[in-house]
């Protein structure tokens, strides 16, 4: 073992000797999400790990199958059993447009009002409930419905299911994140939230099954659900009676959700259990399950729970739970490189909600000094934590694009490695200098300089990981402290970070992107996922430049990517820390399991079946 791996693996047990063990996974919370955070889509990330001997991060996709098929006989119905890994209860807000993590996106994948198929690029197509037709002369989108689709209730899907969910982002009394600038690309969508018009004027219907869409300008990231296109369906008949201000908190959210997928909810016990069934009236045909049963499951008992054979899959699984289960005869791990990234935050300013917008101030922000976020960047040592504690399954992030959009990430970016006398050279160069000889810096006027940091509470080496970063900044001369004093549950994580707590000058989160590789709702200043709160007109151009109509020339819009990864990574409002693999136990008796993302399970939940009436258990 090389010396740097002695060195972090003795500062981590002094560590452990006063520390007790925690939650979940340091980085991410969501998924994000549209679904989970930013646009649809995006999320807060609260997702799964890795794993594997000796992986090889340039040839990730060999480490683990996309599929288990177990080909024996299959019986008749069965409840599919699933661990939702997490150390706290889930939100429960089980409406698209106003969910905001990926904990409660993964739950309502099994009963999704999701309107488009995607293909192997992630581009919409044809295969789901809806079509689209793009006019791009003319900025016009016809998006036309299946006849014959039902909700879970029985009422048929109407065209003006496909409607609402606009009027609910567009509404003044909107709580949700998703009014952004990609919403307000739509023609008459200002004017509505504002309260100067009664309807969106870009929505027209033309017939029972048919909505013309009317844009400011269409881009390429129209066909990846961009451009302001919604991707899910509301039922109507349930929530128009329901006030703006109320629906969040309405049964018809929290308690008994009427949607469009295979699966419906039967009974859901806040923040603990959702039990699934099987929906009669799901457009490809009743699934051959009988149900399926979502339950949270600490992370300290996940592996010994998959061995004893309670659950069929696990979500949510970390990387550094590999060990204890790799030699688990029971399951088969699934494996893919994930839609994610987690992230170092730095705050730079404050949202203004009347305006909806982000209101940048980096003469007022402690951190607004950009050395000094390089600096921090470069401080820490994120190859030995992906090495040491993620069995190699994650990697250093060197961009905001995850390789996984292999057309826009680029390779050949540096990213910040871990580089102590750079990281002290930059804040030299700052005026962050030690002026009274105890090893800690003070600030540029010579006062005590303290940095409040908020990070989430995470599995049992969340904690420790949290604790070597700060040692990282301390190694610098740099006095970091936690929020709080300590670190904090996901949803208060997330809800003070929103807020702009005063409290919180740095943050580590993630996301979980979704399948448009647009930056535009996590960084705009217009975006609510905009957590840095940093924005420049430059930022703002080149934003639009990526989701413009110039940008169908590919190389123009790859040029436009590749201005915006640098311009992000020489001002530094975030900092990417790791890209991850996500790894998905699956029992032996699942039968047809799929995670590939052309072709997952959870598109074709109706053709997944069981191979026995119990879940298997390990012999090991």
């Not at 549209?34 to 000796?54: I, L, Q, R, V, Y």
Request: overall charge negative; proline content about 4%; some cysteine.
């Amino acid at each position: 073992m090389n010396k740097k791996l002695w060195t972090l693996f003795a500062v981590l047990i002094a560590f452990m000797l006063v520390l007790g063990a925690c939650n979940k996974d340091t980085d991410e919370p969501a998924k994000g999400t549209d679904e989970g955070k930013t646009e649809e889509g995006k999320t807060e990330e609260g997702k799964t790990e890795e794993t594997a001997e000796e992986p090889v991060a340039e040839d990730s996709d060999a480490l683990f199958p996309l599929e288990v098929t177990n080909d024996g006989d299959a019986i008749s119905g069965g409840i599919l059993k699933v661990a939702m890994a997490k150390d706290e209860p889930f939100q429960g807000i089980f409406l698209a447009e106003l969910s905001e993590d990926a904990y409660d996106s993964d739950i309502m994948a099994y009963s999704s009002n999701s309107l488009f198929g995607t293909d192997g690029d992630f581009l919409l197509d044809d295969s789901g409930i809806a079509s689209m037709t793009v006019d791009q002369a003319n900025n016009k989108v016809t998006i036309k419905i299946r006849d014959g689709v039902k909700w879970s209730d029985g009422e048929p899907l109407k065209i003006e299911d496909v409607i609402y969910p606009y009027l609910i982002i567009g509404s003044k009394g909107y709580t949700g994140v998703r009014y952004d600038s990609n919403f307000q690309n739509i023609v008459g969508a200002e004017e509505y939230h504002d309260g100067k018009a009664d309807s969106i004027s870009g929505l027209v219907k033309v017939d029972e099954t048919t909505l013309e869409m009317s844009l400011k300008q269409i881009s390429p990231a129209i066909f990846s659900g961009g451009d302001g296109i919604w991707s899910s369906a509301a039922p109507s008949h349930i929530l128009k009676d329901i006030k703006m201000a109320d629906l969040v908190e309405s049964d018809a959210v929290r308690k008994n959700p009427v949607t469009l997928g295979a699966f419906k909810f039967d009974k859901i016990v806040p923040g603990e259990s959702v039990q699934f069934v099987a929906n009669e009236n799901y457009w490809k045909g009743k699934p051959k399950l009988d149900g399926v049963l979502v339950k949270v499951v600490p992370t300290s008992s996940i592996s010994v729970a998959i061995g004893q054979g309670e659950y069929d899959i696990a979500s949510s699984f970390s990387a550094s739970k590999m060990e204890e289960v790799k030699d688990f005869d029971n399951i088969d791990i699934l494996g893919r490189q994930e839609l994610y990234y987690s992230y170092l935050g730095f705050k730079l300013g404050k949202y203004d909600t009347e305006k909806g917008e982000v209101i940048t101030d980096l003469a007022g922000s402690k951190m607004g000094d950009v050395k000094l976020r390089h600096a921090m960047g470069y401080a820490i040592d994120v190859e030995q934590v992906a090495e040491v504690f993620y069995n190699g399954l994650r990697e250093r992030a060197n961009s905001l694009i995850p390789p996984v959009f292999a057309s826009f990430y680029d390779s050949s970016l540096e990213g910040f490695t871990f580089d102590p006398d750079k990281a002290m050279a930059l804040l030299d160069e700052a005026g962050y200098k030690d002026t009274n000889g105890d090893g800690i810096r003070e600030d540029k006027e010579g006062k005590p300089f303290e940095i409040k940091f908020a990070t989430m509470t995470g599995d049992d080496i969340a904690e420790d990981i949290t604790q070597f970063y700060l040692q990282n900044w301390k190694d610098v001369g740099l006095n970091v402290t936690l929020t709080t004093g300590r670190t904090i549950e996901f949803n208060s994580f997330y809800d003070k970070v929103q807020a702009d707590d005063p409290e919180i000058d740095i943050f580590m989160a993630a996301w979980a992107t979704g399948t448009d590789p647009s930056p535009m709702g996590l960084y705009s200043k217009s975006a609510q996922y905009n957590f840095s709160r940093f924005s420049s007109d430059f930022l703002e151009q080149t934003l639009a430049n990526i989701d413009s109509p110039e940008a169908f020339d590919a190389d123009y819009r790859a040029g436009q990517f590749r201005a915006w990864q640098e311009y992000m990574a020489e001002e530094a409002p975030v900092i990417p820390t790791m890209y991850r693999y996500e790894l998905v136990p699956v029992n032996k008796r699942v039968k047809n399991w799929n995670i590939d993302y052309s072709n997952e399970s959870f598109s074709n939940l109706q053709d997944v079946e069981l191979v026995s009436d119990s879940v298997v258990k390990s012999s090991k």
